[in-house]
């Protein structure tokens, strides 16, 4: 009866938010192309009518709906819009990519083979789903597609850490096997299940706690749970949701905005809180709805996560730590949680990719319209030279070291363009979320600012203290001033840039600078006013002791506390052999296997 209770509860939410997606999709649906017109900040290449993703959510929608006003015409616009994307499928002989989906109308070949994987669990739910819907031209089209769809999906068989897209792939098999009935498809399916089982119980979890990808992981698993028979996967699929859930619950603010150190996030997701994190907490969990439109598929199926995962969604940790790491890719992630704010810190070896996450992300309990202040390894999008990054965090300090291994080929590159840059950047926050600022002791007066080596910037937001420390050093660990500045941008944004490399005073002979970072975070107490936090950090001090083959670095304080980097025998890692520690649950390599099986 619960679980009844609890999955229509699901049901009306989803009902809700797809009610406010229909919306919105409306004004952007083209009823000439039987298309929905999308446009992307980033990529012009992604700007006009598009066949993945968008359109068929609106399809699947406009079923959802079936115009309660004017009768079937929702239904019709529906068939008309499916038929339309699978007149985008590549069925060009011999091509490499046959089976798979041009994901705009006007590409002239299948530039990105995840169209495929975003559009398979779709074409299946609706073809399931609505067979009093769809008008016969439709099923025969769909019918005709899948073979060739099947074709696409074994064409794009990524790695298993690439996870998101690895259990759309899963799902779509799933689904492509009931529609298809042939149980080799499944038994696929669960091959890749097993492949990838193993492998994260080993490795660790290499998306883990994406505020984009996480959901989407979820919902392919959801897909494969929805249209397997097979009882024992099912529940092996059921568990690992539970533990991807209880991961993600634990990390998660209240509000909906998805905290913690992530393997990937867009700028996006940490400034104003993921719209796929935000949508799945608020259906699954029952979280505060998004603000922003929302996606569609965690409304789709029906999972229920467990109420004690639900709970804690809700009620949030206090005092909480959650440390997590990848083996082979070297990372390593702390996330401290109390009631007013979630502290998460990573290292890095390897940062890249138009998805890089935060060095270090803050998150006030707040409601405020902007309650993060992510440390961005490239703010461009443009997959600008990355930082790696080496941390350690103790509570609510951290202390950290950015260093940017410049390939000899690059130099010529960074000589000839100065926009192409390694300048990782603290966005603070927009001005009027702000309230005081304060460089060493002294209030900042709001002009732009180059620091002194070893300055200080202490921000207070009122409910919270944020205080920066940051040294940059030449390859002989000599300081360096005039490279980390302080200023608002023209869009309100308070940065602190901290130039590595590249610029217009480049020349070929200079090497990247190394940068310390140490990072305070303090709530406000009456016999704690904000100056005196600001006079606290002038205490604390940063050097390197690397010598090129070691990394080693600390920061100390006056009064001789000390953090330092890497961990020792007489200060030693918590988290030892494990891949994972949090609050009910501590996992060893090899454990993952037994508990999803």
């Not at 919105?24 to 929905?36: G, N, P, S, V």
């Not at 073809?127 to 019918?143: C, G, H, I, S």
């Not at 709001?446 to 940051?470: C, E, F």
């Not at 600078?513 to 940063?542: C, I, K, S």
Request: proline residues 6%; glycine residues 8%; aromatic residues 10%.
């Amino acid at each position: 009866m619960v679980a009844d209770t609890e999955l229509r509860k699901q049901h009306q939410r989803g009902a809700i938010l797809r009610d406010s997606m229909r919306k919105a999709f409306d004004m952007a649906y083209d009823t000439d192309a039987a298309l929905i017109v999308r446009r992307n900040p980033f990529f012009p290449r992604f700007n006009g009518h598009t066949v993945a993703q968008q359109s068929l959510d609106y399809a699947i929608l406009l079923l959802l709906s079936d115009d309660r006003t004017y009768g079937t015409d929702d239904a019709g616009e529906a068939n008309r819009i499916i038929r339309r994307i699978l007149d985008h499928q590549d069925l060009r002989p011999k091509s490499e990519t046959f089976g798979n989906f041009f994901w705009m109308t006007h590409w002239d070949r299948v530039k990105d083979k995840n169209a495929v994987s975003f559009l398979t669990i779709g074409l299946v739910f609706t073809y399931v789903n609505f067979q009093d819907k769809l008008e016969d031209d439709t099923k025969a089209a769909l019918e005709r597609a899948f073979p060739n769809v099947l074709l696409g999906i074994r064409d794009h068989k990524v790695r298993w850490q690439y996870t998101n897209i690895y259990f759309l792939n899963l799902g779509g098999l799933a689904g492509l096997a009931r529609v298809l009935d042939d149980p080799s498809i499944h038994a696929e399916a669960v091959a890749d299940f097993n492949t990838w089982v193993e492998g994260t119980s080993e490795d660790g979890f290499h998306e883990f706690n994406s505020p984009t990808y996480t959901p989407v992981t979820l919902s392919g698993m959801e897909a494969a749970w929805a249209y397997t028979s097979d009882g024992e996967f099912k529940d092996r699929l059921r568990r690992t949701m539970d533990l991807i859930t209880y991961q993600m619950a634990l990390n998660l603010m209240p509000g909906g905005f998805l905290a913690g150190a992530a393997a990937r996030a867009y700028q996006g997701d940490v400034l104003n809180g993921s719209i796929g994190a935000a949508s799945y907490a608020h259906i699954k969990f029952g979280t505060p709805a998004p603000t922003e439109p929302a996606v569609l598929m965690p409304s789709l199926f029906d999972y229920v996560p467990p109420e004690p995962v639900r709970s804690l969604a809700n009620e949030m940790a206090d005092g909480a730590e959650i440390l997590d790491r990848g083996i082979s890719l070297g990372s390593r992630r702390t996330h401290v949680i109390t009631r007013a704010y979630g502290l998460a810190s990573q290292s890095l070896q390897s940062v890249g990719g138009h998805s890089p996450p935060s060095y270090i992300l803050l998150v006030r309990n707040s409601k405020a319209p902007r309650p993060s202040v992510p440390f961005l390894p490239d703010e461009s999008f443009t997959h600008q030279p990355c930082a790696t990054f080496l941390s350690r965090q103790n509570g609510s300090q951290v202390i950290g070291r950015l260093y940017y291994d410049l390939q000899e080929e690059q130099r010529s590159k960074f000589l000839d363009d100065p926009t192409f840059i390694c300048e990782p950047r603290v966005l603070f926050g927009l001005r009027d979320q702000i309230e005081s600022i304060r460089i060493g002791n002294v209030d900042w007066g709001g002009k732009p600012v180059s620091l002194l080596p070893g300055q200080s910037v202490a921000v207070s937001y009122g409910d919270i203290y944020l205080g920066v420390v940051v040294l940059l050093l030449d390859c002989d660990g000599q300081a360096i001033r005039s490279r980390a500045t302080l200023a608002y941008g023209e869009d309100g944004e308070l940065r602190l840039r901290v130039r590595l490399h590249g610029g217009e005073d480049v020349q070929q002979e200079d090497s990247p600078l190394v940068a310390l970072l140490y990072v305070d975070v303090q709530v406000p107490e009456e016999r704690h006013p904000f100056e005196t936090f600001a006079n606290q950090l002038l205490g604390w001090q940063l050097s390197d002791q690397s010598d090129g083959e070691t990394v080693s670095f600390l920061v100390e304080h006056e009064d001789g506390a000390i953090i330092a980097y890497p961990y020792t025998e007489a200060d030693p890692d918590l988290m030892g052999d494990a891949l994972h520690l949090s609050p009910g649950l501590a996992l060893q390599p090899g454990d993952f296997v037994k508990l999803v099986r």
